[in-house]
Nanobody, 120 residues
Framework: QVRLVESGGGLVQPGGSLRLHCAAS????????MAWYRQAPGKQRELVAT???????NYADSVKGRFTISRDYAKNTVSLQMNSLKPEDTAVYYC??????????????WGQGTQVTVSS
């Protein structure tokens, strides 16, 4: 079982910055990719950013140039630096990870989510 725990959400004014952090633990052999998703009230969950084991990154158009995803491979963590935040970035942000467990099976795990509110 692989567990993901997010932290770093909160209330910030428009134009401000926040850094989200996600730590993976459990029976991890290898994490192939980690990602951040978000879900605003009344909307579907959407992909925000992804980073693979080769450091390939991909971003939603709405966050390009403002958000940066990064990984610490030794610690099995992923972070999301969010700058120039807008009210439309308000959502619950979820961490996601996929890879191989120590028993050779694949896994795909979600964190519990962390609230980000951008408001003046």
């Amino acid at each position: 079982q692989v567990r993901l725990v997010e932290s770093g959400g909160g209330l910030v004014q428009p134009g401000g910055s926040l850094r989200l952090h996600c730590a993976a633990s459990g029976n991890i052999f290898r994490i192939e990719a980690m990602a951040w998703y978000r879900q605003a009230p009344g909307k579907q969950r959407e992909l925000v950013a992804t980073i693979t084991s080769t450091d390939y990154t991909n971003y939603a158009d709405s966050v390009k140039g403002r958000f940066t995803i990064s990984r610490d491979y030794a610690k099995n963590t992923v972070s999301l630096q969010m700058n120039s935040l807008k009210p439309e970035d308000t959502a619950v942000y979820y961490c996601n990870a996929g890879g191989m467990a120590t028993d050779g099976t694949g896994f795909g795990s979600w964190g519990q989510g962390t609230q980000v509110t951008v408001s003046s």
